[in-house]
DNA sequence: TGTCCACGTCT
DNA sequence: AAGACGTGGAC
């Protein structure tokens, strides 16, 4: 198939119907980039609102650098993959060190991988580049009607993709995977696609042979292994203690509650080094992870004297991830 | 309820 | 280079 009778037809329906989001507006280099590092893994509506504060508080690469790293851990607290916030971080620092300039090789700032770095050049830059995410994969898939299973397709995709970018007919390289992603978010969706309202339904070999719910297919996954442990609720004053979790691993970086190891089965009275039960709530908290299910059952404690890494806060305020943020919704 | 999205980057 | 790493919404 050739790219233009894609290219041409799509960028005349992003034309129409492109999304109105927050980075649409007042595109520059911090901005996409922001954007970006939140939009990896995540979705649009989930990131709006954080994009919203961090550019209304960070308003350029300079702010983000010099502000703490525990503030911006507390401001991306609920966003998940929380490594990212930590590259971040560490790629504004790195950014505003070198005259707020992003570097021409994108890919040795932290955080910034194939996509993300492709992502940058195109739309904020207006470079010809190959941008291939989750929905680009979905879309050239149908298009091209591929029956090999992702990831094992991917290597094919990404050879097509980069054709259709790098293509002469890419009249507009900013805006072509934008269009690509919009069209995977809104019509061409990974269940019950509206190829009635798709530009590219005439060219679709997937529509053509009536695999359009079938593509793309998958390699099946792993089965979730379940874990459990127990979470420490310990007050003082109207505080709790709250545990500043190692920099790197699950949740790095971030506050949280104590908790015992993740595999012991909850018997009460739970024995942890330094905590006393003084209460079985009965009460638990279910929380999925990416690689495991995680069950966390709330007892009241109280501790000695803390141990270093651990303080005394307000639960609402030590900005935490979601699993201790229910947990502290549970019990108050 | 359970499954999927969800390649994105790092190690 | 396979596995680690969150979250919440759609269905």
Same mark, same amino acid.
């Given at each position: 198939?050739?790219?233009?009778?894609?290219?041409?037809?799509?960028?005349?329906?992003?034309?129409?119907?492109?999304?109105?989001?927050?980075?649409?507006?007042?595109?520059?280099?911090?901005?996409?980039?922001?954007?970006?590092?939140?939009?990896? $893994?995540?979705?649009? $509506?989930?990131?709006?609102?954080?994009?919203?504060?961090?550019?209304?508080?960070?308003?350029?690469?300079?702010?983000?650098?010099?502000?703490?790293?525990?503030?911006?851990?507390?401001?991306?607290?609920?966003?998940?993959? %929380?490594?990212?916030?930590?590259?971040?971080?560490?790629?504004? !620092?790195?950014?505003?060190?070198?005259?707020?300039?992003?570097?021409?090789?994108?890919?040795?700032?932290? /955080?910034?991988?194939?996509?993300?770095?492709?992502?940058?050049?195109?739309?904020?830059?207006? $470079? !010809?580049?190959?941008?291939?995410?989750?929905?680009?994969?979905?879309?050239?898939?149908?298009?091209?009607?591929?029956?090999?299973?992702?990831?094992?397709?991917?290597?094919?995709?990404?050879?097509?993709?980069?054709?259709?970018?790098?293509?002469?007919?890419?009249?507009?390289?900013? /805006?072509?995977?934008?269009?690509?992603?919009?069209?995977?978010?809104?019509?061409?969706?990974? $269940?019950?696609?509206? #190829?009635?309202?798709?530009?590219?339904?005439?060219? #679709?070999?997937?529509?053509?042979?009536?695999?359009?719910?079938?593509?793309?297919?998958?390699?099946?996954?792993?089965?979730?292994?379940?874990?459990? /442990?127990w979470v420490y609720w310990v007050e003082n004053?109207?505080?709790?203690?709250?545990?500043?979790?190692?920099?790197?691993?699950?949740?790095?970086?971030?506050?949280?509650?104590?908790?015992?190891?993740?595999?012991?089965?909850?018997?009460?009275?739970?024995?942890?080094?330094?905590?006393?039960?003084?209460?079985?709530? /009965?009460?638990?908290?279910?929380?999925?992870?990416?690689?495991?299910?995680?069950?966390?059952?709330?007892?009241?404690?109280?501790?000695?004297?803390?141990?270093?890494?651990? %303080?005394?806060?307000?639960?609402?305020?030590?900005?935490?991830?979601?699993?201790?943020?229910?947990?502290?919704?549970?019990?108050?």
């Open positions: 198939m050739e790219a233009k009778s894609i290219i041409a037809p799509l960028l005349r329906w992003y034309a129409r119907h492109k999304r109105d989001l927050p980075w649409r507006h007042g595109v520059s280099p911090y901005r996409v980039w922001l954007s970006e590092i939140m939009l990896q $893994q995540t979705t649009v $509506q989930a990131v709006i609102p954080y994009f919203l504060k961090f550019t209304e508080k960070y308003p350029d690469v300079r702010a983000l650098a010099a502000a703490p790293l525990e503030d911006v851990m507390r401001d991306w607290a609920g966003l998940g993959y %929380y490594s990212r916030a930590r590259n971040l971080h560490a790629c504004a !620092k790195a950014v505003a060190a070198s005259g707020s300039v992003f570097p021409d090789d994108l890919k040795s700032l932290p /955080g910034i991988g194939d996509y993300t770095a492709g992502a940058i050049r195109a739309i904020a830059y207006g $470079q !010809k580049a190959s941008v291939v995410d989750g929905n680009v994969d979905r879309v050239i898939s149908r298009l091209f009607a591929i029956e090999t299973p992702l990831p094992a397709s991917k290597p094919e995709i990404r050879a097509i993709a980069e054709r259709i970018y790098l293509s002469d007919a890419n009249t507009d390289p900013s /805006g072509l995977p934008q269009a690509f992603m919009d069209l995977g978010a809104t019509i061409c969706t990974p $269940q019950n696609p509206k #190829c009635v309202s798709c530009p590219l339904t005439g060219v #679709c070999m997937a529509k053509a042979q009536n695999l359009h719910n079938e593509l793309p297919r998958r390699a099946s996954k792993k089965a979730r292994p379940k874990r459990v /442990g004053r109207g505080q709790v203690l709250i545990h500043r979790r190692p920099a790197s691993g699950l949740l790095g970086g971030m506050a949280g509650l104590p908790t015992s190891d993740w595999n012991l089965e909850p018997e009460y009275p739970p024995h942890a080094a330094g905590f006393t039960a003084v209460a079985d709530t /009965g009460a638990s908290v279910r929380h999925v992870f990416t690689h495991f299910e995680l069950t966390l059952r709330i007892v009241r404690a109280r501790v000695k004297i803390p141990a270093e890494g651990y %303080y005394w806060g307000d639960p609402n305020e030590a900005g935490m991830p979601s699993l201790f943020k229910k947990v502290a919704k549970t019990i108050t």
